[in-house]
């Protein structure tokens, strides 16, 4: 399918919108940015170092893969594993009725939106190479980006917890998305 550059735009100007609206944010180089609008540039930066030629249809889903997700807060959920599972499910489905408003409004095709949805809500997981490969671009970014603040944030974890944590994200990545850990991520110094 041949991309149509301006709708494409459209739609990745209208989630930036949305995401440059988040109430928290973030220093980078002593600049304040919105958490959320930063956290898409990234995953669409990393998507392009790790998959050269993503799909139009992955482009679209790494941009808008936490969409507003400031309107979720955590703590409206029980602090508890089922509470977390819940959550993450609210979230999935808010990103991709969110997605779904944008990509209507930016004029693409039930067929198209119907795939972004799918993928933004991770469904084919191991089975499906575009659902992987973002799942990949995802683990990538928050151990590039944010596992050094999680771990800070949860000082109360022990360490075979804080592990435990990152190897079930490791173990959710590719062989290829492993290797790309060790290979393409900048940690801070």
Same mark, same amino acid.
């Given at each position: 399918?041949k991309?149509?550059q301006?709708?494409? =735009?459209r739609?990745?100007a /209208?989630?930036?919108?949305l ?6 944010r973030?220093?980078i180089?002593?600049?304040e940015?919105p ?11 990393m998507?392009?170092?790790?998959a050269? =030629?993503?799909s139009?249809? /992955?482009q ?5 893969q936490?969409i ?9 959920f029980?602090?508890?594993k089922?509470?977390?599972y819940?959550?993450r499910k609210s979230l ?7 997605a779904e408003?944008?990509? /209507?409004?930016? %004029?693409?095709?039930?067929?198209v939106?119907d795939?972004?949805c799918a993928l933004?809500k991770?469904?084919? /997981?191991k ?6 490969t973002l799942?990949?671009v995802v683990?990538?970014?928050f151990?590039?980006n944010y ?7 949860? %000082?109360?974890f ?5 592990m ?11 062989a290829? %998305?492993?290797?790309?850990a060790?290979?393409?991520?900048k940690?801070?110094s």
């Open positions: 399918m991309v149509d301006n709708r494409f =735009n739609a990745i /209208l989630f930036d919108e995401n440059s609206k988040d109430p928290n973030e220093v180089d002593g600049k940015q958490k959320e609008l930063l956290y898409a540039q990234r995953v669409t930066t998507l392009k170092n790790y050269p =030629n993503p139009e249809i /992955l679209l889903a790494a941009r808008c936490h507003q997700r400031w309107k979720i807060d955590r703590r409206n029980p602090m508890t089922p509470g977390y819940q959550w999935r489905d808010f990103h991709a009725q969110t408003m944008i990509l /209507l409004e930016a %004029g693409y095709e039930e067929s939106i795939r972004v933004v991770k469904e084919g /997981l089975t499906d190479v575009e659902s992987q799942e990949d683990v990538l970014v151990i590039e596992l050094e603040e999680f771990i800070c944030r949860h %000082g109360y022990d360490e075979t917890k804080i435990d944590i990152v190897d079930k994200s490791l173990r959710k990545m590719t290829k %998305g492993r290797q790309a060790l290979t393409m991520i940690m801070s």
